[in-house]
Nanobody, 114 residues
Framework: VQLQASGGGLVQAGESLRLSCAASGSINSFNYMAWYRQAPGKQREFVALLTRGGSTHYADSVKGRFTISRDNAKITVYLQMNSLKPEDTAAYYC?????????WGQGTLVTVSS
């Protein structure tokens, strides 16, 4: 399983970005797909999760601003990020759980200027 994340960039506070994470390989079904982020000098933290059944879970810091969704046909997960804040600046990583294994994509950098 390989994950390719994209969509990061430099934006101003209040603007929006949409991240994408395309999965390829032997994926018949997944348990969940998720986004994490890691700011400079900090530990990686959970951002959002989407289960196979369609349930979503968000970190308190992004609730109401970020939305996780998927395209089943493309096996792609998205993270729509609105009302971005400087504290959202981080490398964003996608993760997918397939069977009993977890796979990580490479990070995509999001920088939010004030």
């Amino acid at each position: 399983v390989q994950l390719q994340a994209s969509g990061g960039g430099l934006v101003q506070a209040g603007e929006s970005l949409r991240l994408s994470c395309a999965a390829s390989g032997s994926i018949n079904s997944f348990n969940y797909m998720a986004w994490y982020r890691q700011a400079p000098g900090k530990q990686r933290e959970f951002v959002a999760l989407l289960t196979r059944g369609g349930s979503t879970h968000y970190a308190d810091s992004v609730k109401g601003r970020f939305t996780i969704s998927r395209d089943n046909a493309k096996i792609t997960v998205y993270l729509q990020m609105n009302s971005l804040k400087p504290e959202d600046t981080a490398a964003y990583y996608c993760k997918v759980s397939v069977a009993s294994r977890e796979y990580w994509g490479q990070g995509t950098l999001v920088t939010v200027s004030s």
